[in-house]
């Protein structure tokens, strides 16, 4: 069977930095950093006092105040994200056959803010234990998957995949190989998150995965810094409008870009440590470049994991250094999480949204708040410090890693009719 082609027809974005598609790449070519003191709840005991919030937010604009009571922030996240991608892809339900649409959405953690809560007015009461009727429906990570598909009356595959930071890459691979594969046209495909508040800061802080920068937020996430001291938290989500490419052109659909490939692994070395040579990350980049057809030295931009974590990045560049050869200081790297910060099981869809933009305009955000080089990251490679860059961005690929070892990439090429 002759495999199908997918492409983006439309794109939703609620970052840190910008709370829809327009303003977050706007956001992300000019350098802009999201984080902050925390204003979600007093934080002043905490170690780490800041996140990448999303700001000027409110969910009654666009769910009504009844209904958004139902539900978590993250589902909150995601219907407003996914809306945006339906409205902006131009489709209606006269162009699609309902069995033949899907939902796929990653969360690494859920609705845990809602689980935190309940259990603390548990906890205080008195009396019969009385818990919001919602309360599960509310908590459980496949949720947003039903209530987008609900909403848009999408009877396709519908499920959550959860692999903790590479979600939402999990769920826009797994979109695209059900229409290779003939099973589905059209997905809604991403991912949200919303743990910016005690449980997620307080529980990152055990972990000493934080940066505890409170002099100065804006600086805090620093990927490939010599003085970086952790990731930085961040919250929101994002949603891709994948189809079949006849599909799109059929209904006469713009198109940002088409996906050619993607990967998964494991490192199989550690819950939370990558393997310190990259091997995990070299294998996923590997495979979805593989499954493309296309030279390795065809790829011009890597959107990289790169958290600001001591270990993971160095083990990153190694990757790329060990699959790539030379051809690495050729492509352009950079980690926009330095701008949004980590968005945990959001971060591989939000992530490839500005991979996308980068191929669609040829244009290469940069990695902020490097200061001072890392010896042990070679000094060669171009991270995009500071400054976006402009080249031609044929293809591009677009990484993110999970606890666990998970390893997930998706390869994005320019779309040619």
Same mark, same amino acid.
């Given at each position: 069977?002759?495999?199908?082609?997918?492409?983006?027809?439309?794109?939703?974005?609620?970052?840190?930095?910008?709370?829809?598609?327009?303003?977050?790449?706007?956001?992300?070519?000019?350098?802009?950093?999201?984080?902050?003191?925390?204003?979600?709840?007093?934080?002043?005991?905490?170690?780490?006092?800041?996140?990448?919030?999303?700001?000027?937010?409110?969910?009654?604009?666009?769910?009504?105040?009844?209904?958004?009571?139902?539900?978590?922030?993250?589902?909150?996240?995601?219907?407003?994200?996914?809306?945006?991608?339906?409205?902006?892809?131009?489709?209606?339900?006269?162009?699609?056959?309902?069995?033949?649409?899907?939902?796929?959405?990653?969360?690494?953690?859920?609705?845990?803010?809602?689980?935190?809560?309940?259990?603390?007015?548990?906890?205080?009461?008195?009396?019969?234990?009385?818990?919001?009727?919602?309360?599960?429906?509310?908590?459980?990570?496949?949720?947003?998957?039903?209530?987008?598909?609900?909403?848009?009356?999408?009877?396709?595959?519908?499920?959550?995949?959860?692999?903790?930071?590479?979600?939402?890459?999990?769920?826009?691979?797994?979109?695209?190989?059900?229409?290779?594969?003939?099973?589905?046209?059209?997905?809604?495909?991403?991912?949200?998150?919303?743990?910016?508040?005690?449980?997620?800061?307080?529980?990152?802080?055990?972990?000493?995965?934080?940066?505890?920068?409170?002099?100065?937020?804006?600086?805090?996430?620093?990927?490939?810094?010599?003085?970086?001291?952790?990731?930085?938290?961040?919250?929101?989500?994002?949603?891709?409008?994948?189809?079949?490419?006849?599909?799109?052109?059929?209904?006469?659909?713009?198109?940002? *870009?088409? &996906? +050619?490939?993607?990967?998964? $692994?494991?490192? #199989?070395?550690?819950?939370?440590?990558?393997? =310190?040579?990259?091997?995990?990350?070299?294998?996923?980049?590997?495979?979805?470049?593989?499954?493309?057809?296309?030279?390795?030295?065809?790829?011009?931009?890597?959107?990289?994991?790169?958290?600001?974590?001591?270990?993971?990045?160095?083990?990153?560049?190694?990757?790329?250094?060990?699959?790539?050869?030379?051809?690495?200081?050729?492509?352009?790297?950079?980690?926009?999480?330095?701008?949004?910060?980590?968005?945990?099981?959001? *971060?591989? &869809? +939000?992530?490839?949204?500005? $991979?996308?933009? #980068?191929?669609?305009?040829?244009?290469?955000? =940069?990695?902020?708040?490097?200061?001072?080089?890392?010896?042990?990251?070679?000094?060669?490679?171009?991270?995009?410090?500071?400054?976006?860059?402009?080249?031609?961005?044929?293809?591009?690929?677009?990484?993110?890693?999970?606890?666990?070892?998970?390893?997930?990439?998706?390869?994005?090429?320019?779309?040619?009719?």
């Amino acid at each position: 069977m002759k495999s199908r082609r997918v492409v983006v027809t439309g794109i939703g974005a609620l970052t840190p930095i910008g709370n829809n598609l327009k303003s977050y790449w706007k956001s992300l070519v000019a350098g802009k950093s999201g984080a902050g003191p925390i204003t979600h709840f007093d934080a002043s005991n905490f170690k780490t006092q800041f996140a990448c919030e999303v700001k000027d937010f409110d969910v009654t604009e666009f769910i009504h105040k009844k209904e958004a009571r139902k539900l978590d922030k993250f589902s909150q996240y995601a219907m407003v994200v996914a809306d945006e991608a339906f409205v902006d892809s131009g489709i209606n339900s006269d162009q699609i056959r309902p069995e033949r649409a899907g939902v796929i959405w990653g969360s690494g953690i859920g609705g845990m803010e809602t689980f935190f809560k309940e259990s603390v007015s548990f906890g205080t009461g008195t009396g019969t234990p009385r818990f919001n009727p919602f309360f599960i429906p509310k908590l459980i990570s496949d949720i947003p998957a039903g209530h987008i598909s609900i909403k848009y009356n999408f009877q396709g595959p519908n499920f959550t995949t959860v692999s903790a930071c590479a979600s939402s890459t999990n769920a826009l691979i797994d979109a695209y190989n059900y229409i290779k594969l003939n099973k589905a046209d059209v997905f809604i495909a991403g991912g949200s998150e919303a743990c910016v508040f005690e449980p997620g800061i307080g529980g990152f802080n055990a972990m000493m995965a934080l940066s505890t920068r409170n002099e100065n937020p804006k600086k805090a996430s620093r990927p490939f810094d010599k003085n970086r001291d952790g990731f930085v938290m961040g919250e929101g989500g994002g949603a891709l409008i994948l189809e079949e490419y006849q599909h799109a052109k059929k209904r006469g659909a713009k198109i940002y *870009a088409e &996906v +050619v490939g993607g990967g998964l $692994t494991a490192d #199989a070395h550690h819950i939370t440590a990558p393997h =310190p040579e990259g091997l995990g990350a070299k294998n996923v980049m590997r495979q979805a470049i593989e499954e493309s057809g296309i030279d390795l030295t065809e790829v011009d931009y890597i959107n990289v994991h790169g958290t600001s974590t001591p270990l993971g990045d160095i083990a990153e560049t190694k990757a790329i250094i060990s699959l790539f050869g030379q051809h690495a200081y050729n492509l352009n790297i950079s980690s926009t999480k330095s701008m949004t910060g980590h968005l945990l099981g959001a *971060a591989g &869809v +939000v992530e490839a949204i500005a $991979t996308i933009m #980068a191929v669609k305009n040829n244009i290469i955000p =940069p990695t902020i708040n490097h200061e001072r080089a890392d010896p042990e990251i070679d000094s060669k490679l171009n991270l995009t410090l500071n400054k976006f860059q402009e080249r031609n961005v044929d293809y591009a690929l677009s990484n993110t890693f999970g606890f666990g070892g998970h390893n997930a990439s998706v390869l994005f090429k320019k779309y040619k009719d």
